[in-house]
């Protein structure tokens, strides 16, 4: 069972599997990137959404960035399969065929370069969401109180009141009495 493309997964979930793509790494790119340059780089693929040509870009640029050192080899030649695969293709169609030609070590060294990028960058990658503050008090009270009610009280009234009406001015009066006083059931 092949795996699925990675970048594709990745521009719509935030994380996922690799697609890796050719039989020969190009193994140019550097090895010493840093954490943060690296995520931004994968950010920026993730940023391109669909749009292959755009996808292309941002992978060769990522591919120029590098991964950090701390990358197993496994996902290192995972890493290079995908730039080569975006490298040589020129459509989409053309990163299915490299897809379909994978060995199953190449598609398990893709999905450990998926894991790696889902394990480095997840928490950096924008979601939407606005990060929390950093100056949050730190003496906020971490425990309710023992003494809280558990249970509602009973004497609460079961019944709304009939007379509300006759304190509202007569305009509203007569406007409420027009009111149906059962719903219709359909």
Same mark, same amino acid.
């Given at each position: @069972?092949?795996?699925?493309?990675?970048?594709?997964?990745? +521009?719509?979930?935030?994380?996922?599997?690799?697609?890796?793509?050719? &039989?020969?790494?190009?193994?140019?790119?550097?090895?010493?990137? =840093?954490?943060?340059?690296?995520?931004?780089?994968?950010?920026?693929?993730?940023?391109?959404? *669909? *749009?292959?040509?755009? /996808?292309?870009?941002?992978?060769?640029?990522?591919?120029?960035?590098? /991964?950090?050192?701390?990358?197993?080899?496994? +996902?290192?030649?995972?890493?290079?399969?995908?730039?080569?695969?975006?490298? *040589?293709?020129?459509?989409?169609?053309?990163?299915?065929?490299?897809?379909?030609?994978?060995?199953?070590?190449?598609?398990?060294?893709?999905?450990?370069?998926?894991?790696?990028?889902?394990?480095?960058?997840?928490?950096?990658?924008? %979601?939407?969401?606005?990060?929390?503050? %950093?100056?949050?008090?730190?003496?906020?009270? /971490?425990?309710?109180?023992?003494? @809280?009610? /558990?249970?509602?009280?009973?004497? &609460?009234? =079961?019944?709304?009141?009939?007379?509300?009406?006759?304190?509202?001015? =007569?305009? &509203?009066? %007569? @406007?409420? =009495?027009?009111?149906?006083?059962? @719903?219709? %059931?359909?």
């Amino acid at each position: @069972m092949k795996r699925t493309n990675v970048f594709r997964t990745l +521009a719509s979930a935030g994380v996922g599997v690799v697609l890796a793509a050719s &039989l020969t790494a190009c193994g140019g790119s550097p090895d010493d990137a =840093s954490k943060d340059d690296f995520c931004d780089g994968f950010e920026k693929v993730v940023s391109a959404g *669909d *749009d292959f040509d755009k /996808t292309k870009d941002a992978v060769a640029d990522l591919g120029d960035i590098g /991964t950090p050192d701390d990358i197993s080899d496994d +996902a290192r030649k995972g890493f290079e399969l995908t730039i080569d695969a975006y490298d *040589d293709a020129d459509n989409e169609d053309d990163l299915k065929d490299a897809e379909d030609d994978l060995d199953s070590d190449e598609e398990d060294q893709t999905e450990e370069f998926g894991k790696y990028v889902g394990e480095k960058c997840s928490p950096e990658m924008s %979601s939407g969401a606005p990060e929390a503050p %950093s100056d949050l008090p730190s003496d906020v009270p /971490t425990e309710l109180p023992s003494d @809280m009610p /558990t249970e509602l009280p009973s004497d &609460l009234p =079961s019944d709304i009141p009939t007379d509300l009406g006759t304190e509202l001015p =007569s305009e &509203l009066q %007569s @406007m409420l =009495s027009e009111l149906p006083t059962e @719903m219709p %059931s359909n």
